[in-house]
């Protein structure tokens, strides 16, 4: 049995300790990323979830765990900011323009259907903009603080990437909302299969890229007082 006190550990906790956590909380709707500084008991009571359910589903993804999987607040803070630059910046400059594109080929094919995700392209063409500008911000201003051994200065630029998270965290809900969550109808087409499954993906990745920054990378920074760790 994993040693949780779900009235105590929060999400985030869960999210950087377990290795299928994220997995579990993405399948029952939790917000681990934006929202991952409250009690699992507190985010299954607004959910009307069975905390201990939720735990038991833990265990289970903990006992098939991914041999891969990273304590990535027990890694150097360089080593994390390379993992997020790699696995997420770089993912999503590729993944989004491309998700868009179907996006708006399905639209365009099928608008006349009333299951038809019509908005989705605009959306995605939206969070490009923004979060193109959101991770350049982290490249050329806060990651070299952190580098640096100035996170502790970054309290402000800080603020500013948890807030633009928040938004980010919002349009995905759009994005769910407006494509059906994801489910697609008996009528779709291959393409449209396509975008939903990719779509999911990218809604998991990102999330995963917030939680990483705002309940690993984030805390540590601020905490230090010169010099990674």
């Not at 975008?195 to 540590?220: D, T």
């Amino acid at each position: 049995m994993i040693p949780i006190d779900p009235e105590k550990t929060t999400l985030a906790d869960l999210a950087v300790t377990f290795a299928g956590a994220s997995r579990v909380f993405h399948r029952h709707g939790l917000d681990f990323c934006c929202h991952g500084n409250v009690s699992l008991n507190q985010a299954c009571e607004k959910r009307a979830l069975d905390s201990r359910a939720i735990v038991a589903e833990i265990e289970k993804e903990e006992h098939n765990k991914d041999s891969s999987f990273q304590r990535w607040d027990e890694q150097p803070m360089d080593t994390l900011i390379d993992h997020i630059l790699a696995r997420f910046h770089e993912s999503h400059r590729k993944e989004i323009p491309r998700l868009a594109e179907m996006a708006n080929r399905v639209e365009k094919v099928h608008a006349e259907k009333p299951s038809c995700p019509k908005g989705v392209g605009r959306v995605l063409e939206e969070m490009q903009a923004e979060l193109e500008s959101h991770m350049q911000k982290e490249e050329q201003i806060l990651f070299p603080m952190i580098r640096g051994g100035r996170g502790f200065m970054a309290e402000g630029p800080i603020q500013m990437m948890e807030h633009e998270h928040d938004g980010a965290g919002e349009q995905l809900a759009k994005l769910r909302g407006l494509a059906h969550d994801f489910t697609p109808p008996e009528e779709a087409c291959k393409t449209w299969r396509a975008l939903y499954l990719g779509l999911s993906e990218f809604e998991q990745e990102l999330k995963q890229h917030i939680h990483l920054e705002n309940n690993v990378l984030f805390p540590r920074a601020l905490a230090t007082t010169g010099g990674t760790d």
